[in-house]
């Protein structure tokens, strides 16, 4: 039962942070785009019956300026929303995965040889926007070593390739049938201070996100359709 309710975490985690990404580019574009009528940043929370915590106009109006000054260009707003989302995204399907459960059957079941990399992959973006205090994103050994060892460990090539055609590994998602994306990490060659989006791209974010978003959807839909067969 408890590894259930984790995996139920898990999971939801998984679609909130997703739903947040949109949500939050959503915002980052109006952001940009809207003229705000400055009595609306007076912003107030009532936290319980007898504490209200005011939010201070001049911060939020600061991020407004700076998103009005990067029209067409990534935000401050926009960086901090995508890179939240990637990061919760990438903790809650690597934490669902070390579960021994339905969902890793799935996964296993859809990915095939894939899977490592899947996880491989998954564990490197946890890793580097958890421990990263760089505005340019640089790696650090600790976000990688891990990986590396467990690679080697398993006797795998550190040259980590996963590629994801949707037509192909999660056809009941309907999408062209050259639809999907590929990561490339060389965890042997990765070195402290190198830039993670040189690594990892922006794009290559978004649809490894996406990825796990309709992984989780499909699992649940195929739950759902078991429980219903049974007697």
């Known amino acids: 039962m408890k590894e259930q ?14 739903y ?15 003229q705000f009528d400055e009595t609306l940043l007076d912003v107030c929370l009532e936290c319980d019956s007898v504490h209200t915590y005011r939010f201070h106009p001049q911060f ?19 960086y901090f929303v995508a ?15 070390r579960l021994e459960s339905e969902f890793s059957d799935f996964l296993h079941y859809h990915l095939g ?26 790696l ?17 090539n550190p040259q980590v390739e996963l590629e994801f055609i949707y ?17 490339k990490v060389d965890f042997e060659s990765l070195q402290e201070g190198m830039e993670f989006l040189e690594i990892l791209p922006l794009w290559e974010l978004f649809m490894l996100c996406e990825a796990c978003f309709n992984l989780v959807q499909v699992f649940r839909e195929s739950v759902a359709n ?6």
């Open 5 to 18: 309710q984790l995996l139920d975490d898990a999971l939801l985690l998984v679609e909130q942070n997703f």
């Open 20 to 34: 947040f990404l949109h949500a939050g580019q959503f915002f980052g574009k109006l952001a940009k785009e809207a």
């Open 60 to 78: 939020t109006k600061a991020v407004l300026e700076d998103a009005k000054a990067h029209v067409g260009q990534v935000s401050l707003f926009d």
């Open 83 to 97: 890179f939240n989302a990637f990061r919760g995204i990438g903790m809650a399907m690597v934490e669902a995965m």
């Open 113 to 138: 040889d894939q899977y490592e990399a899947f996880y491989d992959i998954l564990s490197f973006v946890r890793n580097v926007l958890s421990h990263n205090i760089h505005a340019e994103i640089a």
């Open 140 to 156: 650090n050994a600790k976000d990688y070593h891990g990986t590396l060892k467990r690679i080697r460990r398993m006797g795998r």
């Open 167 to 183: 037509s192909k590994d999660l056809p009941q998602v309907p999408a062209p049938d050259d639809y999907g994306f590929t990561c």
């Open 226 to 231: 078991t429980q219903e067969q049974q007697p």
